[in-house]
């Protein structure tokens, strides 16, 4: 319990402030200080490709398996809170890095673009909805963005501070995405992973429905 004490202490800053995070990445990181005391033995950037091999279970589950889609996001939701872990190890064990940070979000994209993909592929198979074909494609558009997006905003600050370590006297300011539009992809962070939990709770009737508000946020 003193362990877990001093991970929420140490991070007590990321802990459900929407200044610096989304209602729900402050709920992982919550979660991840929980079991952070069990991964102190691995290497930070280990814990990371835990992470992404969750979420690529989880698709191959669902897609070559048939596994029932609430189970399979169990596995994006363990994922969610691995990627928050890795960092929380890292700091107490004082071993962040540029790179570390830099692995996790590429990680993050791959893990986002396989959540996309099944939630699509459940539309193309159950949808109780008469969906335009046009708008598959336009679903299948925003999975093939989603890195764009990520790399512009997300990898551009990881760069700049690498960048700025290196160079002292030339620096590059890596808050791109706070200056300009910070909260309100918080909030759209937040309505993409609400949907998640709805999709756990409510009936099959409705999931087609939850789904399709999902993509809606992420385009």
């Known amino acids: 319990m003193k362990i877990i004490k001093k991970f ?4 007590k800053i990321f802990f459900f402030n929407y200044s ?5 990445e402050g ?4 979660c991840a200080a929980s079991i952070s005391p069990l991964f102190l033995k691995f290497n930070p ?7 992404l091999l ?7 589950l669902f897609i070559f398996f048939s596994v029932k889609l609430k189970v399979t996001l169990i596995f994006f939701l363990l994922s969610f809170v691995l990627d928050f872990t890795d960092g929380l190890v890292a700091r107490i064990l004082n071993k962040t890095s540029f790179f570390g940070r830099f692995i996790d979000g590429l990680f ?24 335009n074909n046009l708008i598959y494609f336009f679903y299948l558009l925003i999975i093939f963005l989603l890195p764009i997006q990520h790399l512009i905003l997300d990898r551009f600050s990881s760069l700049a501070r690498w960048c700025n370590e290196i160079n002292k006297d030339n620096k ?5 995405r706070n200056e300009y539009f910070n909260k309100l992809m918080m909030l759209f962070v937040d309505l993409q992973h609400l949907s998640i939990f709805l999709i756990l709770f409510i009936t099959e009737i409705y999931i087609s429905y939850v789904i399709n508000f999902f993509f809606l946020i992420s385009s």
């Open 172 to 176: 590059i300011k890596p808050y791109y």
């Open 54 to 60: 969750s979420g690529l279970f989880g698709l191959i």
């Open 108 to 131: 993050d994209i791959f893990v986002s673009g396989f959540l996309h993909l099944v939630l699509l592929f459940y539309l193309l198979e159950n949808s109780n909805l008469e969906i």
């Open 8 to 11: 929420k202490e140490k991070n």
């Open 27 to 30: 709920l992982y990181r919550f």
């Open 20 to 24: 610096k995070n989304s209602f729900f």
């Open 45 to 51: 950037n280990f814990i990371s490709s835990l992470s």
